[in-house]
């Protein structure tokens, strides 16, 4: 075990002020593979402790690697599962392992096509657009979040999934009690004997399953141009259709989600580079994957040591807990030359916002996609954006979640 006087990047209450950049610079030096205590938090009971890889070069081996990593023995989450529920949490293709992954991965790429995804681009474009014109229409001071990006995310996934308008505000609540489980802001459900309840357990996603085979009967009647339609009518189990469901609902709504309004905050903290965007000095796409270097919508991920091994130097156990971080790997000073500077012009630019390996984002396409089409827009709307107050942050050590961002569109 490392000396206990290095620093805690556990706590989700640490990330709720920004990443520590400063403590994970001090694990990447002084401990690369570092063992983190899981202590009793926010009503979430203590667990028995991880390795916290903060490195890009070891981040990227453990993401590639899953033959000695697993997504399968413990899921993905820092906090181990109830065991009762691990048979359950490893029908979802993230919680898998190859072959099985594999095979699940193929049947979802057959549906979730670049093709598909790029007829989207005209409406993710007008819906950009008449998000940003209200927020310019109402004063031009706006909280980005709540006023932009949630609908932008929001409406652009239930477009691609094929959900009924009528149904949005579910996938909300739904992403919003999987996501901010951590959050004051969103109280736990608690089990009788007063414990806080796993948001992805089966009690707690029944609903949204049964929702998910009601609309995938539907599209067998009503096929459309959807990812719903394509998936309900391959040969997908009933099971493996509600996961995937899971799967696009809480990933695909959340990946935006996080990183508009943080690449719009970066943005506000460097308005040298914001000047090069706006004055065409730099592609949008490679300024989309700095600002996800920069603010990635994940903070981290969990695999399990399937056997003895070594990393870094450090000896890990099988059974062992093993999180990767990627905010961290994305600020290391071995691969990215001034990590802390926005450089929006980056080239090599090997981020690992998107994960590497088996597991890397299946939907990177469609992120990439809404996010450039959102900062072009954004450019048209506006001379520029500056921060009119102090953006509140989500108390999660998972994902690198805003949930208030005061700007001000300068008039064009």
């Known amino acids: 075990m490392q ?35 899981e202590r009793e938090v926010l009503g979430w009971p203590a667990g028995r402790g991880f390795w916290a890889v903060t490195r890009h070069r070891d981040v990227v081996r453990v993401l590639k690697d ?11 989450q820092i906090r181990d599962p109830d065991p009762a529920d691990l048979p359950f949490i490893r029908r979802m293709m ?22 598909r995804i790029e007829r989207f681009e005209a409406t993710a474009r007008a819906r950009a657009r008449r998000l940003l014109g209200a927020a310019r229409e109402a004063g031009g001071e706006v909280d980005l979040v709540r006023g932009v990006t949630d609908d932008y995310a929001l409406l652009n996934l239930t477009d691609l999934l094929g959900v009924p308008a009528e149904d949005r505000g579910l996938l909300h609540a739904w992403t919003e009690r999987v996501i901010a489980y951590q959050d004051p802001d969103e109280p736990p459900v608690l089990d009788a004997d007063g414990r806080p309840v796993n948001p992805r357990s089966p009690a707690m996603l029944a609903e949204m399953f049964t929702y998910a085979q009601e609309l995938a009967a539907y599209k067998r009647k ?22 995937f469901f899971f799967l696009l609902t809480v990933a695909g709504n959340d990946t935006v989600r996080s990183a508009a309004p943080g690449g719009v905050l970066a943005l506000c903290g460097h308005p040298d580079e914001q000047g090069r965007l706006w004055r065409r000095e730099v592609g949008v796409d490679t300024a989309v994957d700095e600002l996800l270097r920069a603010h990635p919508p994940v903070l981290s991920f969990r695999r399990t040591a399937a056997r003895d091994t070594e990393l870094a130097g450090t000896r890990i156990a099988a059974g062992d807990k093993v999180v990767v971080f990627h905010v961290s790997a994305n600020h290391d000073e ?43 827009e954004l450019r048209e709307a506006c001379a520029g954006v500056e921060s009119a107050g102090t953006p509140r942050r989500l108390v999660s050590n998972f994902i690198n979640g805003i949930k208030s961002l005061p700007v001000r569109l300068r008039e064009p």
């Open 222 to 243: 009503h096929p459309a141009d959807d990812l719903m339609t394509a998936l309900a009518t391959t040969e997908l189990a009933d099971a493996e259709l509600e996961m």
């Open 334 to 376: 071995r691969v990215f030359p001034h990590p802390h500077r926005l450089d929006l012009g980056r080239r090599p630019n090997p981020h690992v916002s998107f994960g590497d390996g088996p597991h890397v984002c299946l939907g990177a396409h469609f992120a990439r996609l809404q996010l450039r089409v959102f900062y072009e």
């Open 66 to 76: 899953a033959a000695t990593y697993s997504s399968r023995l413990g899921a993905t």
């Open 3 to 37: 000396p206990t006087s290095l620093p805690d990047v556990f706590d989700p209450r640490i990330h709720a002020a920004g990443p520590p950049h400063a403590a994970f610079r001090e694990l990447r030096d002084r401990a690369p593979v570092a063992w983190q205590e």
């Open 94 to 115: 993230l919680n898998q392992d190859p072959p099985e992954h594999g095979r699940l991965r193929r049947l979802a790429g057959r549906a979730f096509t670049p093709r």
